[in-house]
């Protein structure tokens, strides 16, 4: 065994980008506050195929070098748009037929594994400490959450979107629903 070259990787990212293998999810980042998370979300995103991204509120956008540091290029490959308030991202995602679900804590969350799309989704990331803002809870029409076994109530949220993203991905191509 031994690892794919440079010129080999290229080549299955160019094989990659003409088959266009991306899920039907779209991802809000509602007041990320850390650039560094922002662009693990974009580079994360990519590998996932998420349709794009909504950065809304204080959420950095791209370009900026310590996005670009982390996201390495994903920041140019994956589709994304700045909403200034969240509620307005989550109303364009609803019109175009996503489901909204929120990975947040709340009274009616289920596990992630449990959870089962509908359709299409858009799912809505929160505030490395906030969360997800209240207002946006009741617009919501699911949360889901990770389990956690230690003392702590939350992970990173770009590691939590690794997991949960890649969850999601798997579901999505499961219901076969139409290329994006």
Not at 48 to 57: A, S
Not at 63 to 91: H, N
Not at 98 to 117: C, N, R
Not at 138 to 161: H, Y
Request: glycine letters at 6%; proline letters at 3%; a neutral charge.
């Amino acid at each position: 065994m031994k690892k794919l070259s440079h010129e080999e990787l290229q080549a299955r990212q160019s094989e990659i980008l003409a088959k266009s293998d991306k899920v039907p999810l779209i991802v809000i980042l509602n007041n990320i506050r850390s650039l560094y998370n922002v662009g693990s979300i974009f580079r994360t995103a990519d590998g996932i195929g998420v349709e794009k991204l909504y950065l809304c509120g204080i959420t950095p956008i791209p370009p900026d070098t310590q996005i670009t540091k982390t996201a390495l290029g994903a920041e140019k490959t994956v589709a994304w748009k700045f909403f200034e308030k969240t509620a307005d991202a989550i109303k364009q995602a609803k019109e175009d037929g996503y489901q909204i679900v929120l990975l947040e804590q709340t009274h009616k969350s289920v596990l992630y594994q449990d959870f089962v799309p509908q359709g299409s989704v858009c799912l809505v990331l929160g505030n490395e400490v906030a969360g997800v803002c209240d207002d946006l809870v009741n617009l919501a029409d699911q949360s889901i959450e990770i389990e956690m076994a230690g003392l702590k109530n939350s992970l990173n949220v770009s590691v939590s979107f690794g997991i949960v993203g890649y969850d999601l991905r798997h579901k999505l191509k499961a219901l076969h629903l139409p290329k994006v």
